[in-house]
């Protein structure tokens, strides 16, 4: 089977689409000088409820990827569930050779989770804050489980964004 293959077989499984987020601690956190931490934002697609007692979700992430790094490094962040009216967020932090996170975030409207310090965008069909319990290898991919420290439901207006056959869509 070729990748390829494989590829066109999976996209035909459709997904809900969200935004994973976490804040980039500052590079020296004693140095009042230095850079402050950066946000840091990736669209996923694998993305899944693993159990309710405790509450665990894991998403999986490009091996080596910016976002990959940082939980390795440090275990909070969050999830929001985007809406269908939010697919110009989806398409934004899913671009290759994009511009930097912090130009990425200027105009979204976004407010600081409480627990993990991480952008929880403003609109999204839920929320969740997260902090990583388990990280495994698998593939070119790591699946990182973590658990639900909190969660909201920030927005009830619209459906789902989902993903199917390699375009973002609407339910209905």
Same mark, same amino acid.
Request: proline share 7%; glycine share 10%; with cysteine.
């Given at each position: 089977?070729?990748?390829?293959?494989?590829? %066109?077989?999976?996209? =035909?499984?459709?997904?809900?689409? #969200?935004? +994973?987020?976490?804040?980039?601690?500052? @590079?020296?956190?004693?140095?009042?000088?230095?850079?402050?931490?950066?946000? #840091?934002?990736?669209?996923?697609?694998?993305?899944?409820? +693993?159990?309710?007692?405790?509450?665990? &979700?894991? +998403?999986?992430?490009?091996?080596?990827?910016?976002? !990959?790094? @940082?939980?390795?490094? $440090?275990?909070?962040?969050?999830?929001?569930?985007?809406?269908?009216? $939010?697919?110009?967020? %989806?398409?934004? /932090?899913?671009?290759?050779?994009? &511009?930097? !996170? =912090?130009?990425? /975030?200027?105009?979204?409207?976004?407010?600081?989770?409480?627990?993990?310090?991480?952008?929880? &965008? *403003?609109?999204?069909?839920?929320? @969740?804050?997260?902090?990583?319990?388990? =990280?495994?290898? %698998?593939?070119?991919?790591?699946? &990182?489980? *973590?658990?639900?420290?909190? %969660?909201?439901?920030?927005?009830?207006?619209?459906?789902?964004?989902?993903? /199917?056959? *390699? =375009?973002?869509? $609407?339910?209905?």
């Amino acid at each position: 089977m070729s990748n390829d293959e494989f590829r %066109a077989a999976m996209s =035909r499984l459709a997904a809900g689409v #969200v935004l +994973v987020t976490a804040l980039e601690p500052p @590079l020296d956190p004693d140095d009042p000088h230095a850079p402050a931490g950066e946000d #840091v934002g990736m669209t996923a697609t694998a993305f899944m409820s +693993v159990s309710l007692d405790p509450p665990l &979700v894991l +998403v999986s992430l490009r091996e080596g990827s910016r976002m !990959d790094d @940082l939980l390795a490094e $440090q275990p909070l962040w969050a999830v929001s569930v985007l809406s269908e009216s $939010q697919r110009h967020i %989806a398409g934004r /932090f899913a671009m290759k050779g994009r &511009v930097s !996170d =912090r130009l990425l /975030f200027a105009d979204i409207p976004y407010v600081r989770g409480k627990e993990t310090g991480a952008p929880l &965008v *403003g609109g999204a069909l839920a929320t @969740l804050e997260c902090r990583t319990e388990q =990280r495994v290898t %698998a593939g070119d991919h790591t699946l &990182v489980i *973590g658990r639900v420290l909190a %969660a909201s439901l920030p927005s009830s207006d619209g459906g789902p964004l989902t993903y /199917f056959r *390699g =375009r973002y869509r $609407q339910l209905g």
